[in-house]
């Protein structure tokens, strides 16, 4: 990832380089891109799975279920999500239709791989002092390897190049416990692992 050639100046010259991605087949049969968001400056970047349905309609990550989740538990830990940079490990929606409806699908392996280059560049235009990786996706993508939150939880890494990495759960996951005591647990522990990344800004 670090070695990848700068294509952009820029976020937004690089959100335009974007549009034009055929690096995977994803393309294909989203609306659109979805860039990264947020400031040049952030001090921390958070990376998410891919745009899901509303995403993919609306042009900006995270502002369907997961995003408004993500956006309550960034204000309850005192972040405002306008000075952070927020992304995604793949920028296309993958979906399958059902119906009217198009159901998520998790990207593969090589669709993370080939999406990698993308956030090699907003890594180095951003420069962030953090990185927290939502989810086993963006934590492939981050890390360039397979790996478990479980497995890393708790813990600070360093991708390469030395940027600290915290990893910890993908907010949709909080939509699909059902037990409240399971899910006001995990979200306590989401809700620490932002402030810990916070703390290192
Ligand atoms: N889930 C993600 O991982 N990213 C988004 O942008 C929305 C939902």
Redesign the pocket.
């Known amino acids: 990832m670090s070695d990848a050639e700068v294509v952009a100046d820029s976020l937004g010259a690089l959100a335009e380089a974007e549009t034009a991605c055929t690096r995977c087949p994803l393309y294909r049969n989203a609306t659109q891109v979805?860039p990264g968001e947020g400031h040049q400056q952030a001090r921390m970047m958070v990376v998410?799975?891919?745009?899901?349905d509303k995403?993919d309609l609306a042009g900006r990550?995270?502002v369907?279920p997961?995003?408004r989740l993500f956006d309550q538990v960034l204000a309850e830990a005192g972040i405002p999500r306008d000075r952070i940079f927020v992304t995604?490990a793949v920028k296309h929606f993958k979906f399958e239709p059902r119906g009217k409806r198009r159901l998520h699908r998790s990207p593969n392996a090589g669709e993370i791989d080939r999406c990698r280059w993308w956030l090699g560049q907003e890594l180095k235009l951003v420069a962030p002092a953090v990185l927290v990786a939502m989810g086993a996706s963006a934590l492939r993508s981050l890390l360039g390897r397979p790996a478990t939150i479980a497995s890393l939880r708790g813990a600070i890494r360093e991708i390469e190049g030395g940027t600290p990495l915290i990893a910890t759960i993908?907010p949709?996951l909080l939509l699909r416990i059902r037990d409240a005591e399971a899910r006001d647990r995990e979200r306590a522990q989401f809700m620490a692992d932002l402030q810990r990344a916070w703390q290192l800004t």
């Not at 998410?48 to 899901?52: A, D, L, N, R, S």
């Open positions: 979805v998410g799975e891919q745009p899901g995403e990550p995270f369907g997961a995003g995604n993908h949709s």
